[in-house]
């Protein structure tokens, strides 16, 4: 079993650099590509840093921060690789990474952001978030990352027709795009029993969160539930484990504590080869903490 850092650091003076579709709207063209070289050339370096860090703390996996290049795809202020002074060499960083990941058997993946909703109702919303996934993927290829994870949007008051729509969503996208998607089970809607026929139909796998689960039951238990996700994927699976802040019977138990409770991580898992990505606030540090638990 490997344990996941998911994006940046607490500790560490490894930052990856972003910049605001404000910022560079106010800008010309041609200063503003240049700002925006700039930061991927940042990024990539921040990346390898990142990865190195990992590799030396027996950190497996290291999810990418979707914004890794700053607004890509705003319709506005977006842009090709082309368009910036060094595209090859922003490339050739980022492949660098990839190369560096698989000699140390480090996992990457993604896990874009909420605005990426493959069944709205909204057909410009689904045209975007198609345009982000592919920019994702594009990246994901030049790294190794395997997973980009998305949830399964909203339910629109007819949860099987919104899953419907998922699921055909899911055929418009590129092969490189479409054989990295998965879909967890989130908080409020979805729940793992509603993901799993649509990962078995489209062959996509389950992100199972456990927090999420807990949050959001279906009468599964956790190892029913852990079988049944394990069976979706034909590499190593990819899980989420996350405390509430306030403990499971504070008024908001969905918001994620700084470290791990070590009681919430299923049992189950332990003997198992997957990823577990660390969705806690204090970061490097809660990951480096469950980590020698785990190993108490």
């Not at 850092?5 to 560490?12: K, N």
């Not at 509603?194 to 689960?213: E, K, M, N, Q, T």
């Not at 990819?238 to 991580?265: A, C, M, N, V």
Request: with cysteine.
């Amino acid at each position: 079993m490997r344990l996941g850092l998911c994006c940046m650091f607490r500790d560490q003076p490894i930052k990856f650099p972003t910049t605001t579709v404000t910022a560079i709207s106010k800008m010309k063209r041609p200063e503003a590509l240049a700002k925006l070289n700039r930061l991927c050339l940042e990024n990539a370096a921040a990346l390898l840093a990142a990865l190195q860090y990992c590799a030396a703390n027996g950190i497996g996996c290291f999810r990418i921060n979707s914004q890794i290049l700053p607004i890509k795809t705003h319709p506005e202020c977006g842009y090709n690789l082309s368009d910036l002074p060094d595209d090859a060499e922003i490339i050739r960083s980022f492949r660098a990474c990839g190369r560096f990941a698989k000699t140390n058997r480090l996992r990457t993946c993604f896990h874009p952001d909420q605005f990426v909703v493959l069944n709205s109702q909204r057909p410009d919303v689904v045209e975007k978030s198609i345009l982000e996934l592919e920019y994702q993927a594009e990246v994901a290829e030049w790294v190794g990352a395997d997973v980009m994870n998305i949830h399964g949007g909203g339910a629109y008051g007819n949860k099987a027709q919104a899953l419907g729509d998922f699921a055909r969503a899911l055929d418009r996208l590129s092969e490189r795009a479409r054989c990295r998607i998965t879909v967890e089970n989130d908080d409020k809607l979805f729940t793992p029993a509603d993901l799993l026929p649509v990962c078995r139909d489209s062959g996509i796998p389950l992100v199972y969160d456990a927090h999420h689960h807990r949050c959001n039951p279906d009468g599964q238990s956790i190892e029913e539930t852990t079988q049944l996700a394990v069976a979706t994927w034909t590499r190593e699976p990819l899980f989420h484990i996350s405390s509430p802040l306030e403990g499971w019977t504070g008024p908001k138990p969905e918001r994620h504590h700084d470290f791990i409770d070590s009681t919430d991580f299923p049992t189950c898992w332990r003997a198992l080869d997957i990823t577990v990505e660390v969705e806690a606030k204090a970061k490097e540090a809660a990951v480096l903490k469950l980590k020698k638990e785990l190993a108490g």
